[in-house]
């Protein structure tokens, strides 16, 4: 099953841009999750945010979420080169279960 | 951090047979752990929940007979693709819950000629 429908499904950006990702999600959530999937590889995890809290930063990103809309938004600033990669949003629930959204592939331009 | 192994990390196999896939945690112990797939250019799809000692729990149109999990330690489950058919061809990507956060693996790529 698939909780998140991410947005843009592709994304191409200049180097030096802000990327802005967005999810929305269907059932209540404990956490949401950001990771990013470089081509063919594993999975990086960027950010969690609790559905307590609103707005999150770690280093170049900024992540938002709004549980009343079910919704989050990941903004990575001052894009590189090697951003580019798939991101995908992750809803966790009380039954522990990780599901994760369609992704966005974002593709940032030299 | 923790970490999660996956063995192997590629296989091909010939049509018919069966492809037995790995996930350790490597320095904590994980009751429960998950298996993903993920085909090209697709998100990763919940499979299964592994629980040790206890049989796994599959998502709805996840075959329990194609798909045999075991997790039959704390620190290993398994993922066996019986009968593997070129449409198994897929990214599996096992996950492990350590109490406070999941792990992922690295994955597994399997391609079934």
């Known amino acids: 099953s698939q909780q998140g429908e991410e947005d843009p499904q592709a994304l191409s950006i200049q180097e030096g841009e802000n990327a802005t990702m967005n999810c929305s999600y269907k059932t209540s959530i404990n956490n949401l999750q950001w990771y990013r999937q470089n081509s063919g590889r594993g999975l990086v995890h960027l950010i969690l945010?609790?559905?307590?809290?609103r707005e999150k930063h770690s280093g170049r990103l900024r992540v938002t979420l709004d549980t009343s809309k079910k919704s989050s938004s990941l903004l990575i600033t001052a894009s590189r080169a090697a951003d580019t990669a798939s991101y995908f949003c992750?809803?966790?629930?009380?039954?522990?279960?990780?599901?994760f959204g369609k992704g966005t592939r974002l593709h940032i331009l030299p | 951090g923790a970490v999660v192994s996956q063995h192997p990390s590629w296989v091909i196999c010939k049509s018919g047979t069966s492809v037995k896939i790995e996930c350790r945690s490597l320095?904590?112990?994980?009751?429960?752990m998950f298996w993903y797939r993920q085909f090209p250019k697709q998100s990763l799809m919940l499979m299964a929940t592994?629980?040790?000692?206890?049989?796994?729990?599959?998502e709805q149109g996840v075959e329990k007979d194609k798909f045999l999990i075991n997790h039959a330690s704390l620190t290993l489950s398994t993922l066996t693709v019986t009968s593997a058919h070129p449409e198994d061809s897929s990214f599996y990507i096992c996950?492990?819950?350590?109490?406070?956060?999941?792990?992922f693996g690295p994955g597994t790529r399997l391609t079934v000629t």
């Open positions: 320095d904590f112990q994980a009751t429960t």
């Open positions: 945010i609790r559905s307590n809290e």
């Open positions: 992750a809803t966790g629930g009380r039954d522990d279960k990780i599901i």
């Open positions: 996950s492990a819950d350590s109490g406070y956060e999941q792990y």
């Open positions: 592994s629980n040790e000692g206890s049989k796994a729990t599959y």
